[in-house]
């Protein structure tokens, strides 16, 4: 650990909210970063005020029923589905599912990721041996099979692929906090408020997570985007919600991914949606990295 | 080094055996049953409950898992319910294509991942720099299966400019020694097949490859930055050293650290961008058989299947581990 | 760097020129708008064919390749369900029914050699008869145990008595008791006749059963040698990428057709099968979807076939689980559901509504059975006149991971059928599985209230549609009723066909009085090829032979 970052970490210990308000501004002044913001801002709106916003509820029948649909025109900015459902306000309420699977499974992930990383970064000694190769194991199977063998075993249903999806970004979580941790626990402040007798918890709690947080935060708004992937694959390879009137993205285009030829509205939407959305978290989450840290390249 | 790679080595053993644990217990759990996968719509009672009973799956759970530890230790990975073909059989010729398709997209994804991230970092901020941010960006934000999607699409169907489906056109024989049909086609000498299954693999793979693709720009680029900045570059340019020579045995040397580990992180996202992607393809790897396992419950494949992918993860991080120690000497006397 | 750059464009650009002039996959011979003396077919399946031993399958993509290199005593006349003679020139029925003598074909050889003849006849009727252990599982020996019951073991009685060979060209099948089915069955690709050297040589009885239970074949009969009497004889098979066959040009009959290798390649997808189409990798598929009919249509360069409808689509009704063993739900559910609408649009012109559990064109179909219009307004009459408070909950299940051709879209017809309920009176419990094993499974199970499912038929018989369905009390249906269990014993086993058929149109109007389910449509299944393939008949059992298929 160099001087220059033990003065940095001694500034923050005395005035962390100077560190939050000088990665505010940085944020800021990102143009890219406010893209993010942007785009993901128009989705949240969407979500929130689906119910005003669109022009027709989500499973009521507008339209015939055909296998070719029809695309976009006569009063249906996006088309109909095989339902004869109006596409756009399907896509709409599906805004609300996918935001809500981004949050929920990633706040899974991270909320049990945090407690097995803190436990193995600070307590350390065996714990974290065995929590390191369960985390291990975990890895070593690729996480859209985890995720396939999880909602098999739980079956179909909007929670269990939240908890499954949340349950593959444990690892990443654990591991980031633990090598958060044990970089920290060396610091020269810790030893210095440990040498004055500083209770363990304390410090814990109220400096090194805090300090610790800021890579996490970055890794969830990431973590959050491939959530949102995940569970449209998941949905495409045929494990989505159970239930077949749901508007999730991923499900509406793997329910018409044959139907390539004849109705390519029904793929291209809600795909560009997707790519849209996980643009925008992306686009934040890279600038919260440049924010929090304009050193850190990688 | 040999220590480090033993030690290594070792260390996966307990790995392996929790997964195989892991995996027995799984497929256990699955409600349903191999019965009726054998007789579909025409099932009836007594002929589910006699296939049940020949089925063994009264014994108790440590006995089950000994023999199956037995057999899969001695080679038998049991029978296909859909094929009713040995496991092996099918994972030596399931196998093979995957590995080939995996080896295309990582070509794709560092053959031009690199020297994207080599030229963005050189020439940082500039147009090229940005739009080669925005298309990695672009790369990590497209769900694979869509990517597929659209390629298939546009450049097999509506343009024609490539088959759609499957691994080698079938009108054409081609002698199958190894498995990897590229390989075959070289070794017969058959230079149409060779183009052929070529032709196979280009939009699979660069569906595959695009994310491993961004991603490896990225660290590239990011690396490079990093190694530029540093005092014995600007040392050596200093000293009057011809660029280019400073560039390939100092820079890019030591970028190579980071990158070799994002390739070996990115073996796990091609296992799994392969299920999608194999799917979209109709391509008959290793992906597509154990989606399909899975969901018509084909016991014997979904063990042997998951215990392969994984076992086969693990030895890709342990190559990765050793490439690694070798190109930093530092980490191998830790 | 700059230099791999450049190499992977090179081969990138020189594999996109390649592609533009050569190798299209096109397997006409030279395409030049003449017939070929050895044209090569290659046709999209939708999967791999599971053995090629007849006796011990049941799926579709089997049965298909089996019917190219094996022929049977009789057969059908393409495209119908007539039975016609086959390796059998004629036969004579003894006066009492039990026993059928044929006069069987001279100078027809196996595949390998082997004569034809009474013994190979014989032997094969005899394997069948004596299997024993695993090969009686049903998974193995369906057809034989529903066509002839037991087995030589006894456990359970047997149609089948003996086989004899009195003189090389005449065989007599002998019977425990008369039947009216037996010639259609003997048409069926099951009892198609193997040689017997082969059978031996390759220890086609051989199977082992592994630790999972499995019984797989471990001769390599089925899978590298089949051998028959067929216009094409077995070649090669890679699974998962191609089942290559080529003409018997020792056929000891007329081949009509210009095939000279026929490739069955199977992809899953029907939308890729139609994207391998357009690109000229195959020249035809089967199982087209609906959605694609259009586009087929509208193609010059393809042609759309349709086989005749010889199946049901219906929503099952398990009356084990409350309310449905009451008739005025039943009865609501029947004009709840607008079944013209969901034949409309998701069938692409193909499908008619379905008012009784057999198609027209099956004997003893019912011109007079009691109809159920769409009526929601009567639907939700019908319910609160018998004392219920509307909506009535009921639970409804579908398959996922499937496509039949009565329910091409199984999701597609379950939420338009759920949509109606629920707009109308009911409130439904969503429920789904996968197909092969777990839906399959709680059907038979009587695990589901209202359960998407339906019938292709095997053979043109009454009895294998509602026989199959309704002779016997069944967990799926949940009903236990005398009166048309009886009907439908009397008419299986009444000899005389008009009263038969009379018998069975009686047992059609209880049946649909009773409205077990609500059959919703029968539909005429597609096919497509190129313009260039000429010959096809495509058959109501999918009993179609490649050798009278031309390509051009």
Redesign the interface.
Known sequence: MSIAEAQAAELSLERPSGLWRDAFDRFRRNPAALVGVSLVLIFTIAAIFAPQIAPHPPNQQVGPLSTNPAGPGGGHVMGLDEQGRDLFSRLLYGARLSLLVGIVSVGIGLAIGLVFGALAGYVGGWVDTVVMRVMDLMLSIPSLLVAIGLVTLLGRGMVQIMFAVGVTTVPIFARLLRGSILGQREADYVLAARSVGVPGRRLLLGHILPNSIAPVIVQATLTMATAIIEVAGLSFLGLGPGDPSLPEWGKIMADNANRLESAAHLVLFPGFAIVLTTIGINLIGDGLREAIDPKLKS | MLKFIVRRLIFTI??LF??SI?VFL?VR?????????????????E??E???????LDQPLPVQYM??LT?VLSG?L????????PVVD?LK??FPATFELALMAML?AV??G??LG?IAAKRYQGILDNVSLVGS??G???????LA??L??VF??KL????????????RSLE?PTGFYLLDAIIAGDG?AF??V??HL?LPAIALGTIPLAIVA??TR??V??VLGEDYVRTARAKGLDPGVVDRRHVLRNAML?VVTVIGLQT??L??GA??TE????Y?GLGSW??NA????D??VIQGG?LF??GM??FV?LLVDVSYAFLNPRIRYR | MRKSLKLSALVLALSLIAAACGGDGDGGGGGGGEEEADATLTFGTSADPVVLDGALVSDGESLRAIDQIFEGLVTLDPGTTEVVPGLAESWEISDDGMSYTFTLREGVTFHDGTDFNAEAVCFNFDRWYNFTGTFQNPSASYYWQTVFGGFSDGKTPSLYESCEAPDETTATLNLTKPSASILGALALTNFTIASPTALEEYDADEGRVDEEGIFSPTGTYATEHPTGTGPFMFESWTRGEALTMVRNEDYWGEFEGNIGTLIFRPIAEGSARLQALQAGDIQGYDLVDPQDYETIDGDDQLQLLNRPAFNVGYVGMNQAVKPLDDIEVRKAIAHAVDRQEIVDGFYAGQGVVAHEFMPPEVVGYSEEVTQYEYDPDLATQILEDAGYTVPVEIDFAYPTDVSRPYMPDPQANFEAIVSDLEECCFKVDKKSATWSPDYLDNVDNGRYGLYLLGWTGDFGDPDNFVGTFFQTEQPAWGFNNQEIFDALDAAEVETDPDTREQLYVEANNLIMDFLPGLPYVHTEPGLAFTANVTGYRPSPVSLEPFSIVTVE
């Open positions: 307990p790995i929790g997964l892991l799984f759990a699955l409600p349903g049953g191999p019965a009726i996968a054998l007789l579909g719509e025409r099932a009836t009672q002929s589910v006699q296939i049940e009973e020949e089925l063994g023999r199956y057999n038998d049991g029978s296909s319910v859909s094929t009713r073909r099918e010729q399931r794709f053959a031009a690199i020297p080599y960006l672009l990590i934000s497209f769900p694979v299966f869509f999607l659209l298939k699409y097999a169907v024609g400019w490539l088959p759609t489906v499957g691994r080698i056109d079938v009108t199958h149409a183009v052929d070529l032709q280009i990225r660290i990011a690396a930055l990093d980071p796990g996202l296992l799994t299920v999608l799917t979209v393809f109709a008959p154990i989606l899975i969901r018509f419950r016991y014997a998951i992918f994984a993860f693990i991080n």
